[in-house]
């Protein structure tokens, strides 16, 4: 078949940042070497989607910089679909600092995004023929926060891929720092997770986005608002998952050691979405995804711990909590 007539089983769209880690541990103001790296939160479900053979599709933008450079390179290296990535000179890529921890704790993290190229993003976006003939559209809360063009993309996204009976996922990914506002921030998030048919947020996510405790109460939150589906991250201590089919909770993968929380959520969301793509359970869907999640925390780096299906299976075979 034609590339330019491959239909993707996914696609999604948001921010790829160039991400620097600090060498060593410690606060970031006393960081003397960093070593480069990927992130953002659609790229690396993009990549672990792709790891694990399917075939994944990316919209997003990048500046016409050394960092928009690299970060093509590694999508182009990983497989991904680049049809609707667009380089606009006028503005730049966004990049990312994160410190290092040696106690398991989650690092500190600074952004430079403000005015990026992604930022610019607009309908103009849109995904069209082949590619927006997607299976699943993954969206998530990060996209309509970066500027009110990329918002009426998120939007128009989940619209549209509603309509045409495709399957949408969303995870919030709260960013507190890009809202005007907490009250702006929690209307937009579950406006746009009415219109999905996945919801995913993590417990403390919940809470604050719904006002209520347990995670039962969470999930009928969004499924009382359209949602077809709710898997809530709980940690270690696993997670809770609800449809009309019936509810429950799994439980979490011990780890040896957490090297890096940052990406562990993206990775549960790739847990859960191969899953469901390949017609598991909703409780197998939560099972994979602590399984994924719990490996991506052993490792630097937001992309470093996604797995290929050997990797999965090994993870699945882990010893649970």
């Not at 939007?155 to 507190?176: K, S």
């Not at 939560?286 to 299906?309: I, K, S, W």
């Amino acid at each position: 078949m034609n590339d330019q007539l491959q239909v993707p089983d996914v696609i999604t769209a948001g921010e790829a940042m160039a991400l620097l880690i600090a060498r060593q541990p410690g606060a970031l103001s006393r960081v003397s070497e960093f070593e480069r790296a990927t992130a953002g939160a659609e790229l690396n479900v993009a990549v672990g989607l792709r790891r694990l053979g399917f075939n994944v599709g990316y919209i997003s933008s990048l500046g016409a910089d050394s960092l928009g450079r690299n970060l093509a390179e590694f999508m182009e290296a990983e497989g991904i679909d680049r049809r609707q990535l667009r380089i606009d000179a006028r503005y730049p890529t966004g990049f990312m600092l994160k410190s290092s921890t040696d106690d398991g704790s989650d690092p500190e993290v600074e952004y430079f995004r403000r005015g990026s190229a992604a930022s610019h993003m607009s309908l103009a976006d849109m995904p069209g023929g082949a590619f927006g003939a997607a299976r699943l559209w993954h969206i998530t809360g990060i996209l309509p926060a970066l500027s009110h063009s990329c918002r009426e993309l998120a939007f128009a996204m989940a619209d549209a891929a509603r309509a045409a009976g495709r399957i949408v996922t969303f995870d919030p990914n709260l960013r507190p720092r890009l809202w005007p506002s907490q009250d702006a921030m929690i209307d937009t998030i579950n406006d746009l997770a009415s219109r999905a048919d996945v919801v995913m947020p993590g417990i403390a996510e919940g809470r604050l986005l719904t006002g209520r405790e347990e995670p039962a109460a969470i999930a009928g939150f969004y499924l009382e608002r359209g949602a077809r589906k709710v898997v809530i991250k709980l940690g270690a201590q696993g997670a809770y998952y609800a449809s009309e089919a019936g509810s429950g909770t799994v439980s979490g993968f011990r780890v040896p050691r957490v090297v890096d929380t940052v990406g562990a959520g993206d990775g549960f969301a790739v847990g859960v979405i191969s899953a469901l793509l390949e017609g598991l359970s909703l409780q197998d869907a939560a099972l994979r995804g602590n399984a994924v999640g719990a490996r991506v925390v052993q490792f630097r780096g937001d992309c470093e711990g996604l797995p290929n299906r050997a990797q999965l299976e090994q993870a699945l075979a882990g010893e649970r909590g």
